[in-house]
């Protein structure tokens, strides 16, 4: 693997443990903190994820661990408990298709990025091969959490919170 390829995976693991870092740590924070550190660390997240290459996987079974309903519903209803009021928002799910606005959960967004990152990160601890790793790393993020990333920095934004 390349210098560089090296450089964009660390730059990218780093903004992912810091994302999960920032979850863990919620308790600690007021509601406004929160989503200040939130925001800041999803703008890393997405940045560093906008630069995963595409790679194409050595193996067609990447995904050998089991979703983690539990550990998804502890997280979701602590930050829901502490994001409180400023939870739900409005967003149309695809903006190039238009559509109805759907109701969103920033705690449903910031929940389901960081169990996708946690799931993601234990590959690589598995051992699944490097090209494996990057590829479900970029795959997970164009697919499924980078919706939820940028749905839920526009309803940070939009609350205006520093």
């Known amino acids: 693997m390349g210098e560089e390829l090296e450089s964009i995976l660390t730059q990218f693991r780093a903004a ?3 994302y999960i870092y920032v979850v863990d740590s919620a308790i600690h924070s007021s509601r406004e903190g929160l ?5 800041n660390a999803l703008a890393q ?3 560093s994820g906008l630069l995963l290459p595409a790679i194409e996987p050595d193996t067609s079974e990447i995904d050998d661990i ?3 309903r539990g550990e998804w519903s502890q997280v979701f209803n602590a930050l829901k408990e502490k ?3 400023l939870d739900t928002y409005w967003t149309v799910f695809d903006s190039t298709q ?3 606005p759907v109701q969103g959960s920033l705690a449903g967004d910031i929940s389901e990025i960081y169990i996708d990152l946690k799931h993601d990160l234990q590959l690589e601890e598995k051992g699944h091969s490097r090209s494996d790793f990057l590829w479900q ?9 980078g919706r939820h990333l940028t749905h839920a920095l526009t309803a940070i934004y939009d ?4």
């Open 137 to 145: 790393l970029r795959f997970s993020f164009r697919s499924h959490w």
């Open 159 to 162: 609350r205006q919170i520093e």
């Open 16 to 18: 992912a443990l810091n």
């Open 66 to 68: 089991p979703f983690p």
């Open 35 to 39: 989503l200040s550190k939130i925001s």
């Open 98 to 100: 238009g559509g109805v």
């Open 45 to 47: 997240l997405y940045s």
């Open 83 to 85: 994001i409180g009021s």
